[in-house]
């Protein structure tokens, strides 16, 4: 394992009285593509101001390299930090903005000319070195922005919601793009975003926040696999999550029913959270199982589609190929390895039914605002 680049160690920060972020720990490792996920509000912005040192933390320690770094003004920290917008100079060229810090800095004219070829190559847009930047497209203008970050030669890249702007089709490519430029100049990247597909796909460690803490760091495949509490699975793809108890090792009951298992360790009969993807469950005829349902919803969802099945007043939420008709009575399929067993924690039974960004659950709750409302207006 490489040394922490970054080892943030008991940080607390607050505005107006208010606490943000509390004994906060993160250490990230030089060279790694990490990502801070987490709702919005949820501190992502306040952390990499502090590693940037434009927020000073009431208590904690800052270290970069293993050494302290708590009272480096930001100039000094050897890192650049890319923001939405990316505040460019408009009235230079493509070149001489990229040239830009390089200059300030007084380096031999040839030197700069071939670290900007080296660049422009970089982030694809050799040949534009002459391009107004008004003349740019918005995902043209953001690998500007990070050309001329990289002419600093700083070992951290700090990108705050970078492609938050770009439209999705536009925001695909860059993500791959941006994953490699971090591959082929090995620099340490700490980007923040609030979508969860953006962050499995581009990460070699996901920092999943909420509320100020970390819930859960790991790798995108081990985030996906093994939520560590009810936020984590909920917040990364869909999810049914439902009350369990683990009766013994291997044996869970849930939804009525024991079920084989893989989890162990729990003490018996632990209260537990149960989570089930919507892929890993299959249909079967109802007399094959012991959760049986019937059809409410379906979703053509291109690949695949979102079935909502209704099992005794709870919804569940599976993906599949095979499309079944509404009214259909049918039984689900859960094999042990579906199954994934967490501890409860503050966030057990904040999630109800399947998902709660689900769409449906969207509609149940538009309707019962209107129908408040209307109780409201009554009185
Ligand atoms: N300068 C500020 N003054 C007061 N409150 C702030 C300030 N910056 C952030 N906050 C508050 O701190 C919390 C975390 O904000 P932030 O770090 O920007 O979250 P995120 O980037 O995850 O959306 C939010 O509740 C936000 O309103
Ligand atoms: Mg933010």
Not at 248 to 273: I, M, Q, W, Y
Not at 360 to 365: N, S, T
Request: with cysteine.
């Amino acid at each position: 394992m490489t040394h922490s680049i970054i080892s943030l160690k008991n940080i607390s920060v607050s505005y107006d009285g208010e606490q943000v972020l509390k004994g906060f720990n993160l250490d990230i490792h030089d060279g790694e593509f990490v990502t801070l996920l987490g709702p919005s509000g949820c501190g992502k912005t306040t952390v990499l101001r502090t590693i940037a040192g434009f927020v000073t933390p009431e208590a904690g320690d800052v270290f970069f390299n293993e050494t302290k770094i708590n009272d480096l003004p930001p100039h000094k920290r050897e890192l650049n930090t890319i923001f939405q917008k990316y505040a460019l100079f408009p009235h230079l060229n493509v070149y001489d903005n990229i040239a830009f810090g390089m200059r300030i800095k007084r380096k031999k004219e040839s030197e700069v000319k071939k670290t900007v070829v080296e660049l422009l190559e970089l982030v694809n847009l050799s040949g534009y070195a002459h391009r107004g930047i008004a003349q740019l497209s918005g995902g043209q203008q953001q690998r500007v922005a990070i050309a001329r970050a990289l002419a600093n030669e700083p070992k951290i890249l700090l990108l705050d919601e970078p492609l938050g702007a770009l439209d999705l089709k536009l925001r695909k490519d860059m993500q791959v793009q941006l994953k490699e430029i971090q591959q082929q100049t090995g620099i340490t990247f700490i980007f923040v975003t609030h979508d969860q597909e953006e962050a499995l796909s581009m990460s070699d460690t996901v920092v999943v926040m909420d509320g100020g803490e970390i819930q859960q760091i790991g790798t995108p495949i081990d985030i996906y696999n093994e939520p560590k509490n009810a936020f984590v699975a909920d917040f990364i793809g869909e999810s049914n999550i439902l009350d369990g108890l683990m009766l013994e090792d291997f044996k869970v009951r849930f939804a009525g029913h024991l079920f084989p298992c893989l989890d162990k360790g729990f003490s018996k009969n632990t209260p537990v959270d149960v989570v089930i993807r919507p892929e890993d469950i299959t249909f079967v005829p109802q007399d094959a199982s012991h959760i049986k349902g019937e059809v409410t919803n379906v979703t053509f969802k291109g690949v695949h589609y979102e079935i909502i099945v209704d099992v005794d007043g709870f919804k569940w939420m599976i993906q599949s190929t095979a499309y079944q008709a509404i009214g259909e009575k049918i039984g689900l399929s859960i094999l042990p390895d579906a199954i994934h067993v967490m501890e409860k924690s503050d966030y057990s039974g904040t999630f109800g039914d399947y998902s709660t960004f689900s769409d449906e659950m969207e509609e149940d709750m538009i309707l019962e605002e209107e129908a408040e409302l209307e109780d409201e207006n009554e009185v």
